[in-house]
């Protein structure tokens, strides 16, 4: 199986930029597809980003098209998520999940198998 580990999270002021990372160890996961998905306090896990293994496919949730970019970099077992132009309202912790499989199933976090601990993002007005 494969552990995935979150980092970069932080707090920030509106209009900045963070880049997340998401690392893996146990096993490379250079065939394995990886979703971003954030939760805010009270609300459901939500659906950011999702790159296929190859990074020839990725989508974005529309609250976050065009001002994130997700990539990966398979040698270094690591997928990135870039946060830019940051609102209040992406305030939450964010959370990589691995799946083997890809199908049009990517934007359900049921359909994921491993999944890191998350790292916080606080974005002040």
């Known amino acids: 199986q494969v552990q995935l580990v979150e980092s970069g999270g932080g707090l920030v002021q509106a209009g900045a930029s963070l880049r997340l990372s998401c690392a893996a160890s146990?096993?490379?996961?250079?065939?394995?597809?990886i979703g971003w998905f954030r939760q805010a306090p009270g609300k459901e896990r939500e659906f950011v980003a999702v790159?296929?293994?190859?990074?020839?496919?990725?989508d974005y949730a529309d609250s976050v098209k065009g001002r994130f970019t997700i990539s990966r970099d398979n040698a270094k077992n690591t997928v990135y998520l870039q946060m830019n132009s940051l609102k209040p309202g992406d305030t939450a912790v964010y959370r990589c999940?691995?799946?083997?499989?890809?199908?049009?199933?990517?934007?359900?976090?049921?359909?994921?198998?491993?999944w890191g601990q998350g790292t916080q993002v606080t974005v002040s007005s």
């Open positions: 790159i296929t293994w190859s990074g020839g496919v990725t």
């Open positions: 146990g096993r490379s996961f250079s065939t394995d597809n």
């Open positions: 999940a691995a799946r083997s499989s890809w199908s049009g199933t990517y934007r359900y976090s049921w359909s994921y198998d491993y």
